[in-house]
């Protein structure tokens, strides 16, 4: 629950900074096209949030995958499919050998 609130504030944070630069270039207006950029740029990121915050394996190559290939809609979906898979977690074990 702690890394979702810190996801909102970034986010509303990012659409902050982006209407206040949107304002002062473009008027309302601007404003407008500032906070839609800023949360096209939330969205973009969201698989690879996705992969940070519920541990995946390779969070890694999903931020790449979405870096480098999120901006195809295929990348995009692969990368937020790949983060959603359900990952089963098992404990490792140790083999304790026996000398005789």
């Known amino acids: 629950m702690k890394s979702f609130f810190f996801y909102c504030v970034l986010g ?3 659409a902050l900074i982006f209407a206040l630069i949107g304002s002062s270039v ?8 500032g906070i839609l950029i800023a949360s096209l740029f939330v969205a973009y ?3 690879a949030y ?3 915050s519920r ?3 390779s969070p890694h ?3 790449a995958l979405n ?3 999120g ?3 295929i990348g995009w979906v692969v990368a937020l499919v790949w983060s959603l898979r359900n990952y089963k977690y098992s404990a490792p074990v140790a083999y304790i050998e026996k000398k005789e």
Do not use: N
């Open 45 to 47: 990121f969201l698989p």
């Open 12 to 14: 509303c944070a990012t």
């Open 55 to 57: 541990r995946c394996p």
């Open 50 to 52: 996705i992969a940070y």
């Open 26 to 33: 473009g008027g309302d207006s601007g404003a407008l096209v």
């Open 71 to 73: 901006w195809t809609l």
């Open 67 to 69: 870096i480098f290939l």
């Open 61 to 63: 190559a999903i931020l």
